[in-house]
């Protein structure tokens, strides 16, 4: 098979390290439920899959406005416990959300 003029003297071509897909991934973050006794008598915990602490506060409110008796005074008891969070990161193209809450 004959070869294009040239040919013989051009590199391979490689993909740049700049040019590989990007890995997508969330941090699923276990935080532990912040209305505090009696309101919540046994308190809970919510698995939420978020990009940063800012979102996964975002989306805890929003949860909360929607599902729960939020009030304005537990914005830093929300930010304290995600903070605590335990944290895993979870490769993907997902999308984020409060994926489950467990409250009493």
Request: glycine share 4%.
């Amino acid at each position: 098979m004959a070869r294009p003029k040239g040919s013989k003297n051009q590199p391979k071509q490689s993909l740049e390290l700049s040019e590989q897909p990007e890995q997508l991934s969330k941090t699923l973050y276990l935080v532990n439920y912040w209305v505090p006794f009696p309101s919540s008598e046994y308190g809970g915990l919510q698995a939420v899959l978020a990009d940063d602490d800012d979102e996964c506060f975002k989306l805890i409110k929003e949860y909360s406005d929607a599902e729960t008796k939020y009030q304005n005074n537990y914005e830093e008891l929300i930010k304290a416990r995600i903070k605590k969070a335990t944290r895993y990161e979870i490769k993907g193209d997902n999308e984020s959300g409060v994926i489950r809450s467990f409250i009493t």
